[in-house]
């Protein structure tokens, strides 16, 4: 029997406790729920009523620069319209994006912080679609539009029986 039910949280070692901060509740908008200056702890939720925290920054990484730790951060968005507006705030923030894509079940927005974690951002789609799968696709226009792409994207690539 699984008793667990979901990620709690996740913890990142960082070099510069205020650049990460300030990404992660400016251009993300998650709220600080906690900070200890004194240990160099901040703690992070994007639903503090629910979640103390989902992400703890903390000084003392202690490798050196370019070292892979994280496969990936992920963060879930409600709407397709909330995708768009993160996305034009990562551009508008000049932040590296690695990929806008759809993984048929979910549209994404790949990403680095300023400390070059691979991050995601991403709304499910309602489709149920085999993974791995991965397509390039706009997140400009309709969200409507956008979804319909999508569906249509995910069938073009179902092979064909005949």
Known sequence: MNHIVELGHVGLHVNDLSSMRDFYTRVLG???TDENAERGRVFLSSRPEFEHH???LAVGRKTPEGTQLVQQLSWRVGTVAGLQELHSKLLAENTEITAVITHGNALAVYFLDPERN???VYVHTGLAVPQPFRRGISLAGDPEAILAENERIVTASRPQHG
């Open 30 to 32: 998650l709220e600080v």
């Open 54 to 56: 989902e992400l703890l």
């Open 118 to 120: 691979l991050c995601e």
